[in-house]
């Protein structure tokens, strides 16, 4: 058989389209949109080579019309589940001695296919089923799951190739191995690009997966699985399975044969997961691999010497593009006194100006929030700070659900540090700001790193080079992104591995080494050339 060492092509972030009027590429995703939008599609789940349908199916509503239904998808059952292990495991009897080089050339070729005919197709049904503008979708749905896809292969690369150092009549070479079980992938409704990296970074590295994406996004999860399919995925890899949550992890989590999760979504829910292993750590082969990107409470911090134009353009950004519901959103933010009334004014300006509405018209800035469960959520805030005598909404607080789930760009300004919306949660278009003593700058960098229980992404803003070097030291723990004078949002896969600690994951850092090596197990082979003959060594005499 003839054998070769093979380099990866050289990744490369993916341009991103600029979508404007009269663009090739706005027309083509319009159209897109036009034709998915107004046909329904009946959605399977995917085990081994089957398309499952039972008959249990729920309705599909784009969250900016949620009365009209673009399609269904059906649920598993019990012993739907217990069937996809059993086809993983049968799948993994090749997948894990498949060359690496094949293994990659299928991801190439995913990647190379949203770049072209996939595009607009899974960027539009980002738009129709989780309400994104189509500049959103396009850094989502096609750019970042296509660097993904490339920088993944050159990472597993790097990582084959490192290994260790060899002494006089010895070889030493390591082996990388898939994990001795499934890998089960749980995904979020907010990005695409996470919804197929975490399957198929896992599969990548030669282990199989039982995938089960968010409700809300099953209609573009689809789509990926149609475009791995067609990218040559073998039956079996990847199962995707739709239905019940709970009876999904548990029939998977009490499975002797779990070798990882791989995890983005809430924080009790990925507490849960740990809690479930651990009281099931003697059922298992081996000890799972656990890794997750959970929740967030973003911060922006601007010091006097920073730009107020500057900062209240990445409160516009960082707090309201898709609606607030990204991990890495800004939903509090910490502005001194003297920079407050410029800072105010730009916000103002810039949220007079947002339009809000449906995707179709890419004029709109914001769009719905992605169910009824958080319009309910989010409008419950919104009600509570109008009645709070330390809050006040500066602008915004309106909200409608009569079409869709449309929710205004919220501010809230606090007079109390510790009100309730600055440190819960709340994955919408709604931040918080607290107005500091200019002189107080110092302390309330504590107070930015104690208060909540995230650590994911944080911004801070200063023209004072030696406060950028006090605040980044003192916010070290705070943020497992941490951006100077930029937005808390927007990582880019190869420029900044995004992954946050403390309940806010991890920290394995998707779209890196560092995440890819958690789906290996390592085997150190030692090969001796003239093994020893006599047990004595020299200091016996």
């Known amino acids: 058989m003839t054998k070769g060492s093979f380099n ?28 998915m939008y107004n046909q329904e599609v009946d959605i399977p789940f995917y085990i081994g080579g089957g398309e499952i349908r039972t008959g249990n199916t729920i309705g599909i509503y784009p969250p900016h019309d949620n009365k009209h239904r673009i399609g269904q998808y059906h649920q598993a059952e019990k012993q739907h589940i217990e069937l996809a292990i059993q086809k993983a495991a049968e799948a993994r009897v090749k997948w894990a001695k498949i060359s690496w080089e094949q293994r990659a050339s299928i991801f190439l070729k995913a990647a190379e296919l949203l770049a072209g005919p996939y595009r607009y197709r899974l960027n539009a049904a980002t738009m129709i089923a989780q309400s994104k503008n189509v500049y959103q979708a396009e850094i989502d749905s096609a750019c970042e799951l296509i660097d993904f896809l490339r920088f993944n292969v050159q990472f ?38 996470i919804a197929g990296n975490l399957p198929a970074s896992a599969a990548l590295m030669g282990n199989v997966v039982i995938w089960k994406p968010a409700s ?19 039956d079996g890899v990847i199962n995707m399975v739709t239905g019940s949550s709970s009876m999904i992890s548990d029939v998977l989590l009490n499975s002797p044969n779990l070798a990882g999760i791989h995890f983005t979504g809430s924080t009790p829910v990925f507490n849960s997961f740990w809690k479930t292993i651990g009281d099931n750590i003697n059922n298992y082969k081996t000890y799972p691999r656990i ?35 990204k991990c890495s959103a800004a939903s509090r933010a910490y ?23 449906s995707p179709e018209d890419p004029s709109n800035f914001i769009n719905a929030v992605i169910d009824k469960r958080a319009f309910t959520k989010l409008s419950g805030y919104i009600e509570q700070a109008r009645k709070d005598v330390d809050a006040e909404i500066i602008i915004g607080g309106g909200y409608d659900d009569s079409k869709g789930y449309f929710i205004e760009p919220t501010v809230i300004v606090t007079t109390n540090p510790l009100y309730e919306t600055m440190c819960t949660e709340l994955f919408g278009p709604i931040i918080t700001i607290y107005v500091f003593e200019d002189e107080d700058w110092e302390s309330v960098l504590d107070l930015v790193d104690q208060t909540g229980e ?31 004078n930029d937005k808390p949002t927007g990582a880019v896969v190869g420029q900044q591995p995004f992954g946050g600690a403390r309940a806010s994951g991890t920290n394995d850092k998707a779209g890196s080494i560092w995440n890819l090596l958690r789906w290996v197990s390592n085997r150190t082979i030692k090969e001796t050339f003239f093994p020893p003959k006599n047990y004595r060594y020299p200091f016996l005499g």
């Open 8 to 35: 990866v092509p050289q990744a490369i972030n993916e341009k991103v389209k600029s979508y404007a009027p009269n663009s090739e590429e706005r027309q083509l995703v319009l159209e897109a949109y036009k034709e």
């Open 156 to 193: 597993m690369s790097d990582i084959y190739s490192n290994q260790p150092l060899s002494s006089a009549g010895v070889w030493n070479r390591m082996e990388y191995r898939p994990l001795e079980g499934f890998v089960y992938a749980i995904t979020p409704f907010n990005f695409t690009a």
């Open 216 to 234: 809300s996004q099953i209609y573009s999860a689809n789509v990926i699985m149609e475009l791995f399919k067609e990218a040559g995925l073998p």
């Open 291 to 325: 890794v997750g990107e959970t929740g967030g409470k973003d911060f922006i911090w601007a010091h006097p010497t920073a730009n107020a134009q500057e900062v209240a353009t990445a409160i516009s950004r960082g707090a309201f593009e898709y609606q607030g519901q």
């Open 335 to 357: 502005i001194p006194k003297s920079l407050w009334n410029d800072v105010r004014t730009h916000i103002l300006e810039d949220i007079n100006s947002f339009k809000m509405g």
């Open 454 to 484: 995230y650590a994911l992404t944080g911004a801070i803003f200063s023209g004072d080079r030696y406060v950028i070097d006090a605040a980044t030291k003192k916010l070290e723990n705070a943020a497992g992104n941490f951006y100077i």
